[in-house]
């Protein structure tokens, strides 16, 4: 006598075989419930994530040349070119039969989600330590830019797919990271670097194209001709950029400022003498305006950053405002060199005795004439200085 073995449902076996982790956590009432707020809400939650995504890379993103961010932000532009390519073969279908594998179909909405994630993150960072090198002025230009690109890559991913915008996005994000990572390798800041750091994001702009083209059905010829002519378009106007100093001399960045009445070296300090300022004025920390007796040495000290064993001739380039013509006449441009590795910047400073009366500026430059920061002031001549003296020192 034998027992009947029950046979099982081959349709329900089915289900139960490719029921997926993220399947089983779907089906949780607090997980559905979250699901169905953030498709209710969905734009609440993207300026959330948008918001919440900057100030976390503002607050953890330390510097250029720190090992753990820079292999953060390899492992984001690696996650997003698998992406893409994912991306790409849910909207094309895989070649040549432009069929869709049904298991990435499900995750249609998530992997546009996540690569707006990577792609945002990419720019946040860039605004991050762009802004950190960029002046309020010509250099600020791309800042702008890159700000504008992390504002409008919060919208671009929700409309149809757009092979070529991606890839354009792509290529901007790729070239900003390594225009700052390259000087950290090459431990060089010059043109050299940053054409290198162009040419190897349009490299892999275009491996990426032609890997997509090699595994989807894309739409013709004339899809992958127009991505790949986005990105020469883009990298030649990078070069303009770069040439007409609308780009900051990133990975340098000038993290203090301010002029004196005395600086010198005291042990592993600087001490800096300014005058007291007003009670309305509590946060100043510098002599502005600066009261001058004739004769008296006017100091200009700054702190610049540039990433570890870099070595880097800095000016401070003095100027003071022709009011008669309108326009800013240098003086002096005082070099000195800096070495990178200390987080709060190499310190160094300057000095004048003769200045004349009114406004005056120090532009901390690079060799190539990039301004990295400017320290402004007012000179008001007077016999004696009979404001009390303060001090602080900077290490």
Not at 266 to 272: Q, T
Not at 294 to 313: I, Q, S, W
Request: proline share 5%.
């Amino acid at each position: 006598m034998s027992a009947e073995v029950p046979v099982p449902n081959s349709a329900a076996a089915d289900e139960e075989s490719t029921d997926t982790i993220l399947d089983r956590l779907q089906r949780r009432p607090r997980i559905r419930r979250l699901a169905d707020f953030g498709a209710r809400h969905r734009n609440l939650v993207a300026a959330a994530f948008f918001f919440g995504g900057f100030l976390w890379d503002l607050l953890t993103l330390r510097r250029a040349d720190a090992w753990l961010d820079n292999l953060l932000l390899a492992s984001y532009l690696s996650a997003l070119t698998a992406l893409i390519v994912l991306t790409a073969r849910v909207e094309f279908g895989d070649r040549p039969s432009g069929n869709r594998d049904r298991r990435l179909l499900r995750f249609r909405t998530v992997l546009r989600d996540a690569t707006q994630f990577l792609m945002g993150a990419l720019f946040s960072a860039s605004v991050v330590f762009y802004g950190q090198s960029a002046s309020l002025g010509r250099t600020s230009v791309y800042v702008v830019v890159l700000i504008a690109l992390l504002v409008a890559n919060e919208f671009v991913h929700r409309r149809r797919f757009n092979l070529t915008l991606l890839i354009a996005l792509y290529f901007l994000a790729a070239a900003s990271y390594l225009i700052l990572l390259l000087p950290v390798l090459l431990l060089r800041v010059d043109f050299a670097s940053f054409i290198g750091a162009g040419i190897t994001g349009a490299l892999l702009s275009a491996g990426l194209v032609w890997y997509v083209d090699t595994r989807c059905a894309l739409p013709g010829r004339l899809t992958r001709t127009k991505a790949v002519a986005a990105v020469g378009g883009l990298f030649a106007l990078l070069n303009v950029f770069y040439l007409t100093n609308l780009i900051p001399p990133v990975p340098l960045a000038m993290k203090y400022g301010g002029v004196f009445h005395d600086v010198y070296r005291s042990g592993e300090a600087y001490r800096l003498t300014y005058e007291a300022p007003p009670w309305h004025r509590f946060w100043s920390q510098t002599s502005d305006p600066f009261r001058h007796v004739k004769g008296e040495p006017v100091y200009c000290f700054a702190a610049v950053f540039a990433p570890t064993d870099l070595r880097e001739r800095i000016y401070h380039a003095w100027q003071y405002r022709d009011e008669r013509r309108g326009k800013w006449v240098e003086t002096d441009r005082i070099p000195y060199e800096v070495v990178g590795g200390r987080a709060r910047g190499y310190r160094g400073f300057t000095y004048k005795r003769t200045v004349h009366v009114g406004p005056w500026r120090v532009l901390v430059e690079d060799e190539r004439g990039f301004v990295l920061g400017k320290v402004t002031f007012d000179i008001v001549p007077v016999d004696s200085v009979t404001a009390p003296m303060k001090t602080r020192l900077y290490y």
